[in-house]
């Protein structure tokens, strides 16, 4: 397709469908394997090591797996923020106290997301984090990162930046997913690091 046809919003959208394609021929052994490496390889980085609260999500469907990173970072004493979805698409956010604090929720049509049980902070809460760890679908040599497009994660970036916030944004994604270029927008922040299962990339 032609740049002055679609321009970025229509390449984001083939980078999306080839990246869910991938994603979606994984097996159940697959992903846990890369959970693993992913959280061994997570917990190595400086940012993490440092930090006292860490805003972080839990995987759903072949989403690169975070439960094994959030148990580590909780047995290290660290806080872990989850995000809530609210009806306009922004985020709200919850502790996380272990697998029993989750609940399943159903969000119109979508997936069911597993979402913190106990009092929501508001917000603003990702404001406190030292480190926020970002989904998304891949991230480019300049740190750029692909999210899935429903725009929740912008709305988070811009309230950090609004706030003068400094936390370290991180991308967890699968090796495959690091690529040459993503589609960008005025309005994208590049990340500082992404984090595979066969290692951590820095961005400057």
């Known amino acids: 397709m032609s740049h ?13 469908r080839g ?4 994603r979606n021929r994984l097996t159940p052994d697959d992903v846990r394997a890369a959970a693993v490496a992913l ?16 805003a972080a999500y839990v995987s759903v469907g072949t989403e690169p797996g975070t439960l094994a990173l959030l148990d580590a970072l909780r047995a290290r004493g660290v806080r872990v923020l989850l995000p809530a979805l609210l009806p306009d698409n922004d985020l709200d956010w919850g502790a996380y106290t272990g697998e029993g604090s989750l609940a399943r929720v159903l969000h119109g049509g979508r997936m069911a997301l597993l979402e913190p049980a106990g009092e929501r902070l508001g917000p603003d ?15 480019d040599a300049h740190g750029m990162r692909l ?14 930046a609004a706030s003068g916030a400094g936390p370290s944004l991180v991308v967890l994604l699968y090796d495959a997913e690091v690529v040459e270029h993503v589609p960008g927008e005025a ?11 066969s290692g951590v990339r820095r961005f400057t």
């Open 147 to 160: 999210g899935r497009g429903g725009g929740s994660y912008d709305r988070v970036l811009a309230r950090l």
């Open 19 to 22: 990246i869910l394609a991938m």
């Open 4 to 16: 002055l046809e679609g321009g970025p919003e229509s390449d984001k959208r083939m980078l999306r």
């Open 39 to 54: 959280a061994g390889q997570a917990l190595e980085l400086p940012e993490l090591t440092h930090a006292r609260t860490v």
């Open 125 to 139: 809460a990702v404001t406190t984090a030292d480190v926020v760890l970002l989904p998304g679908l891949a991230v």
């Open 187 to 197: 309005h994208d922040r590049p990340v500082h690091a992404v984090v595979t299962p």
